[in-house]
């Protein structure tokens, strides 16, 4: 059942999850292939802040932080797994692995591989202060419009 407050997560986490995929861009080794990464992660964040956060706006403040940042996490996980998963997909394209189960290793390989450039201030801190900010507004817009 559509709610101002999933309406509210949707917006406000497809918005940070674009600022974060921009302050990830910024790590990247140049050269990286980067196809529309920060449009991605936006869809997931809308998707995440639909479904977790916005499902638990009415829950008070501490489930609206809560939320923020499982929803926060979840997307760049997400992000993560799929951004992965695409570049398997066009290095098993170029032969580049044996078989099928060196290639689904190869994802959780370019996973902590990505991973690790996420593992900055700027992208840890809009992760970790974007999420409580963005789940604090979400659980005000559900508790104030319900």
């Not at 406000?12 to 292939?33: D, K, Q």
């Not at 499902?55 to 939320?67: D, H, I, M, P, W």
């Not at 997307?75 to 799929?82: D, I, T, Y």
């Not at 290793?105 to 370019?110: A, L, N, P, R, S």
């Amino acid at each position: 059942m559509p709610t101002a407050g999933k309406l509210a997560g949707a917006v406000i986490f497809a918005a940070l999850g674009y600022v974060i995929a921009e302050a990830y861009a910024m790590n990247l080794p140049p050269g990286t292939a980067f196809p529309a990464f920060g449009a991605g992660l936006a869809l997931l964040g809308l998707i995440c802040g639909w479904r977790i956060v916005g499902a638990q706006a009415r829950s008070g403040l501490v489930g609206a932080l809560n939320g923020g940042l499982q929803t926060a996490v979840t997307m760049v996980f997400l992000g993560l797994f799929f951004f992965s998963t695409w570049q398997m997909i066009l290095k098993s394209l170029r032969k580049m692995y044996d078989g099928p189960f060196e290639a689904v290793v190869g994802i959780f390989e370019m996973m902590v591989e990505y991973g690790s450039y996420a593992m900055t201030p700027r992208v840890l801190g809009l992760m970790v202060v974007g999420g409580f900010v963005c789940g604090w507004l979400t659980g005000m817009i559900g508790r104030r419009y319900p």
